[in-house]
């Protein structure tokens, strides 16, 4: 398996309240993702990252906040916390540029906003 | 952007009958086909992939489709066994939304195998 480790893997919140997840990964690749996966709407990307402080945003990015210091950590911050944002988050992982091959994905993050 | 379309959301099989799933894509600059496997309270799995100069592509049970023309492709198991058990996912490459070139997930088939 893959070197990529979430914490939180599993997180109660309150509504309002600031969030960070954290992906580590021991493989030194180079791209980092966060997804978010919802019944009846797969995954979803929130944010990648090409490199050291190099980031973009997915196609559900509001909201959403990561910041990437080392290669190994890639963190996301939800600012103030929502309910829509109760959902799960997986961080992946890969060597070759985005769409181009294969992703390796962490375990999860479990994130209840109430 | 690319839309991806996946059916469809839930399978049921007998053990070893063949399950096929089948997703549409619109970009038709897409170039890239995954194909995903997550089992219960795990991370997705690749577990077989395809581009768009290649047809066909096989590994053991598994094969997957591509017709370029019609933008679709399918994910066909074969002589399946309760392990194939999971949720399925497709995905294609977009290369036209915000976040230029990334993988853009169907939304998921729940296979069931009984035995």
């Known amino acids: 398996d893959a070197g990529i480790t979430q914490s939180p893997r599993h997180k109660v919140t309150e509504t309002g309240t600031p969030v960070t997840l954290r992906c580590h990964q021991t493989e030194n690749h180079r791209y980092m993702y966060w997804y978010r996966q919802d019944p009846g709407h797969g995954l979803r990307l929130i944010h990648y990252s090409y490199g050291v402080k190099d980031t973009d945003k997915g196609e559900v990015s509001d909201g959403y906040s990561v910041s990437r210091s080392k290669t190994e950590d890639f963190l996301l911050t939800l600012e103030s916390a929502t309910s829509s944002q109760t959902s799960v988050y997986f961080c992946?992982?890969?060597?070759?540029?985005?769409?181009?091959?294969?992703?390796?994905f962490g375990e999860g993050s479990r994130l209840t906003v109430l | 952007g690319e839309n991806v379309e996946q059916h469809p959301s839930t399978l049921s099989v007998q053990e070893g009958d063949s399950a096929v799933i089948k997703c549409t894509y619109s970009?038709?600059?897409?170039?890239?086909f995954p194909w995903y496997k997550q089992e219960l309270g795990k991370g997705p799995q690749l577990i077989i992939d395809i581009r768009s100069n290649v047809g066909e592509k096989k590994d053991q049970r598994i094969a997957v489709t591509l017709n370029k023309t019609a933008k679709h492709f399918s994910l066909h198991i074969t002589e399946t066994q309760p392990e194939d058990s999971a949720v399925y996912f497709c995905a294609a490459t977009s290369l036209a939304n915000q976040a230029g070139t990334a993988l853009i997930f169907g939304k998921g088939t729940t296979l069931s195998v009984s035995s």
């Open positions: 992946a992982i890969s060597e070759s540029a985005p769409g181009t091959g294969e992703l390796f």
């Open positions: 970009d038709s600059a897409s170039n890239y």
